[in-house]
């Protein structure tokens, strides 16, 4: 839509994941994965279904531990790095299957996205005073902008679990970027829905990525959108990297077609 | 204010603007809810802003006589905007946001427009789509530089950069503002509105400050509307009823506007404002209605009991007490004061009604069971009659005399006049200077002596109450010379639930028969209620207990007609009910979902010729076209019944 293109500048290597592989037991979920992700980029994950592409989201943030390998993230190696540490580095993410408290506001929910930076105490959030009380409205301020940048003020005061399947996608989107994140992993985050949700999903991230800078790493199955959205694809199948580069190289990869349309035996 | 000394008479709106804030300077004069908080602007910062920015219009080269586009949702900039080219002698040219490009390059092309004031980015968009059509169209001025960073062409201005130049542009030349507000004339083109265009192309309607200050202070003084008032500003900034009740009435009678976050927050927002002043098309209110009646259901069973008792009290005396009418019982009143504790002072709380001391509907025909339930929960609901050429200014119902079906008599400073054909006339101060570029459609719209052809038809009622039938060139004669008017005949029988669409045959005949579409949801609804089986919407509409109803709903309208002398001889003798609905793909309605009367008449005069034949089935067959392009044939035996007709009674009687 923008008249003038995007000057979006693809900076240095944010995170890299190095000869990653993980196991369940005797299944391969991730075997041998290499590769990186440049800051302000958006980067897309495709493969077919049980390729290995949530898990590798899990391996970024966290949730789960490489058998082998190591995750660089802004110069500095972990083996092992727990959720919330990832969380106060600057990853945020949403989930597959919406992850939100229901019986929460839209507008509490997003505020739980920032609840990594509120520093005043236990007592004094009670008691809504002082430090806190300042804080709180600071918070609520930037909560404010994310819920205007969305578009979602009609549904500010609505309980989550009230609303639309992809309404409920944007709030948490909203969550994850009032966290502030410089990385934000996204899975799925246009599965079940209609054609106009999809396309205002799509500005958002866009929107997301120019105006906040933050650095995207998708799932998404809708080739259309992945194609559209993405800097560079990485293609996962049984968890194997199989294809790495723009959508153009992607699209033209025969191993990609292989794995998307089957080979004769 | 440095230096403006007020004018001796406010008559156009920049000097309006100037009063007030030298009067009222501390009150606010617009609200705008922006990141969940009701922002306010008093009188003086309004006044502050719109010189500003009228220098910083300047400062770019507007000149006396240019027109600005306005593009966007309500909002306090672009109201400002309407004042700031007022203020440098322009003409504010208001455009529906929501219009695609296209449609914006025609009127932007036809009213001159050099200079645009927008919202964001989207309408900016628009107009750079189009820009290469548009060879007059200088510079664009974007009020929320959201998204605008990587623009680079030098003919955008973000709004607040405008306004600073205006302000250092001032500073050599301290007496610009007041010199350009002082050569300002009442007789000066205010604004240019344009007509919707059902007929050809739109047309650039003009006003004076004068009309439109006449039309307002009519207005505020026949509802007493001053200062202490709040209106919430949601309707399109292009539509003339916004312009006066948001601009103009707000600039004259110097109340406060609001405007809401977005257009899904309105409800959300008009809770909170809580408006005493209020404005709406019938749809909104009945969609409030509905919303109301659905969320009922869910209640309890209690208060759902509570609701619906209360609902009958206030249905049997809440107008009358409203209208402050003398014959209600004590026992009435009492438990009508228990209602408004217990059940319609809350659920206006939650409609943002609770504080409204005027309330107008207008545009369309408006139901009755709809209007009195509002009447009757306390809502002073009332009608209002006008056009973009009349600035919605010509005839207002009057507190306390209120009919269901008239739009009250002509306003303060009105005349009106019905010509021989039964068109109604107008005369007032507050009418159109003349349509923009246009001198062979201005001289059609005005007759020797001045009044202007409204081009609806209509007739005073006994008490001196206007009543519009129809537009002028749909109404015929019936053989007895007696008036016909379709759309009036179909509305009555649309109020209804039960009948989705009309069709009324008269036109030179000796009696009206009618064309009539069940509601499938309603009638179907109804139906399974009775366990009476059907297939599909033809097979319902067949059936002898649906004709029974939809007979009963004949013989309601034609009662009701009854009691009027000038439309008592168009009682519905005789009726069918349709065996397909009408439907757009079939051209049998217009896309805005009107009837199509002369080729309804055509594609069905089989059935048509059945009516007035006397015969009580007719076979048919018809061709329909399918929603993926194939046509079919379906046919059927259409039932014909009569209806009753009653003799004509000389009563009048108020609602």
Redesign the interface.
Known sequence: MSAAPSQRRIGDVLLKLDRISLAFGGVKALDDVSFEVRSHEIRAIIGPNGAGKSSLLNVINGVYHPSQGAVTYKGTTHRQMRPHEAARQGIARTFQNIALFKGMTVLDNIMTGRTLKMHAGFLFQCLYFGKARSEELAHRRKVEHIIDFLQIEHIRKTPVGRLAYGLQKRVELARALAAEPELLLLDEPMAGMNLEEKEDMCRFILDANDEFGTTIVLIEHDMGVVMDLSDRVVVLDYGRKIGDGSPDEVRRNQAVIDAYLGVRH | MNGAAPPAVADTFPRLLLEHARVRGAQSSVREKN???WQSWTWSEAAANVRALACGLAAMGFKRGDHLAIIGDNRPQLYWAIAAAQVLGGVAVPLYQDAIAQEMAYILDDADVRFAVVED?EQV?KL?EIKGQLSQLGHIVFEDP??MR???QTFLHAYADVQQAGRTFEVSRPEFFSREVSQGSSSDIAIMLYTSGTTGKPKGVCHTHAALIAAARGGCDFDRLGPGDEVLSYLPMAWVGDNLFSYAQALVAGFTINCP??G??VM?DMREIGPTYYFAPPRVFENLLTQVMIRMEDASRVKRALFHWFLGVARRCGAEILDRKPGVSPLDRLLYALGSVLVFGPLLNVLGMSRIRVAYTAGAAIGPDLFRFYRSIGVNLKQLYGSTETCAYVCLQPDRHIKLDTVGPPAPGVEVRIADDGEVLVRSRALLKEYYRRPDSTAEVFDTQGYFRTGDAGFFDADGHLKIIDRAKDVGKLASGAVFAPNYIENKLKFFPYVKEAVAFGHGRDTVCAFINIDLGAVGNWAERRNLAYSGYSDLAGKSQIYDLIQGCVEKVNAELATDPTVAESQVRRFLILHKELDPDDDELTRTRKVRRGFIADKYAALVDALYAGKSVQHIDTLVKFEDGRSGMIEADVAIRDAAIYPPAPLHKSA
């Open positions: 990141l969940g908080i980015q968009d750079l959201r998204g990587h623009y680079g976050e977005s899904d927050t959300i």
